[in-house]
């Protein structure tokens, strides 16, 4: 069956310009994450939604990042006026619950010029 | 929060032999543990997982022990082969922090055929 699927794959972006990377969830998964992964790390984690809503927003670094999943199936994480700061890799992932396999996607580069 | 740390960084052995990957946790209520692998390119992937509850468990080549006390868990991989060469990361989740999961900073493995 289909994976985790995160588009764009690579995203080049003029810093200050808004930007929006999209997940799909694996069908059925309730539970979706983002990560960001800067280069040589692991993987830090940003949000997490358990159906609609944000269970915990606690990683997202300042208020120009913002994410939202309005059917509890696909999830857009939006960044507002991009710094350079913000290039990464950013990672959506998706589990049955909680505590469960978390099924990475491959991932959005994005890079802020 | 949380703070999972992970060593050696870069970790090399000969094909066939055994590479050790060692990490430990901060949150004594942590109790969910899993290991994921990343290869270049991609997302990482749950290679193996245990709970507080159990001490070891193995699956094949790869076997993980958790030393609750010391608040250390281990990944043995046996046998290595070429194709284990990729970023391991481990990662701990406490249920004060709900059902996110904390990386620690990966450790690249190269098998040298």
């Known amino acids: 069956g289909a994976g985790v699927s995160q588009t764009p794959s690579n995203k080049v972006t003029e810093k200050g310009k808004y930007v929006e990377l999209r997940c799909d969830p694996i069908s059925g998964h309730t539970a979706l994450y983002w990560y960001r992964q800067s280069l040589g790390q692991g993987p830090e984690f940003l949000i997490y939604f358990q159906g609609t809503g944000a269970a915990d927003d606690s990683g997202l670094p300042n208020d120009r990042f913002f994410a939202v999943r309005p059917e509890g199936s696909v999830s857009t994480l939006k960044i507002q006026r991009t710094e350079r700061g913000d290039s990464a890799v950013y990672l959506c992932?998706?589990?049955?619950?909680?505590?469960?396999?978390?099924?990475f996607g491959q991932g959005t580069r994005l890079t802020v010029v | 929060g949380e703070n999972v740390e992970q060593h050696p960084s870069t970790l090399s052995v000969q094909e066939g032999d055994s590479a050790v990957i060692k990490c430990t946790y901060s949150d004594s209520a942590s109790n969910y543990f899993p290991w994921y692998k990343q290869e270049l390119g991609k997302g990482p992937q749950l290679i193996i997982d245990?709970?507080?509850?159990?001490g070891e468990k193995k699956d094949q080549r790869i076997a993980v022990t958790l030393n609750k006390t010391a608040k250390h868990f281990s990944l043995h991989i046996t046998e290595t082969q070429p194709e284990d060469s990729a970023v391991y990361f481990c990662?701990?989740?406490?249920?004060?922090?709900?059902?996110?999961?904390?990386f620690g900073p990966g450790t690249s493995l190269s098998v040298i055929p």
């Open positions: 245990i709970r507080s509850n159990v």
């Open positions: 990662a701990a989740s406490p249920p004060s922090e709900g059902d996110k999961v904390i």
């Open positions: 992932a998706s589990s049955l619950a909680g505590h469960t396999e978390a099924f």
